[in-house]
Nanobody, 124 residues
């Protein structure tokens, strides 16, 4: 089992920035690709970003490229999501997820473990 705990969410004005963190425990963190997803009220969960086990490969939802950055520090068992130029439509619960493997993964059904989520609210 891998336990994931997100933090860093909150209320921010449009144009502002937030950095989300996801701390992992339970297994060797570097054995897992990591992903961020989000779910807005009344909408399906959607892919945000993913990173491979070493951090050498990343992939983003097209609509978020240039504003969001995913990174990881395996020595800290933590993955981050830096979010800049936030918009009201970025309002959602953000989840991190872990998938055993060496590549990266964009489909939520591929992930094995999920955190509880952290709320991000962007006011206009």
């Amino acid at each position: 089992q891998v336990q994931l705990v997100e933090s860093g969410g909150g209320l921010v004005q449009a144009g502002g920035s937030l950095t989300l963190s996801c701390a992992a425990s339970g297994r060797t963190f570097s054995n897992y690709a990591m992903g961020w997803f989000r779910q807005a009220p009344g909408k399906d969960r959607e892919f945000v970003a993913t990173i491979n086990w070493s951090g050498s490969l990343t992939y983003y939802a097209d609509s978020l490229k240039g504003r969001f950055t995913i990174s990881r520090y395996n020595t800290k068992n933590t993955v981050y999501l830096q979010m800049n130029s936030l918009k009201p439509e970025d309002t959602a619960v953000y989840y991190c997820a872990a998938k055993g493997g060496t590549y990266y993964y964009t489909l939520s059904k591929e992930y094995d473990f999920w955190g509880q989520g952290t709320q991000v609210t962007v006011s206009s």
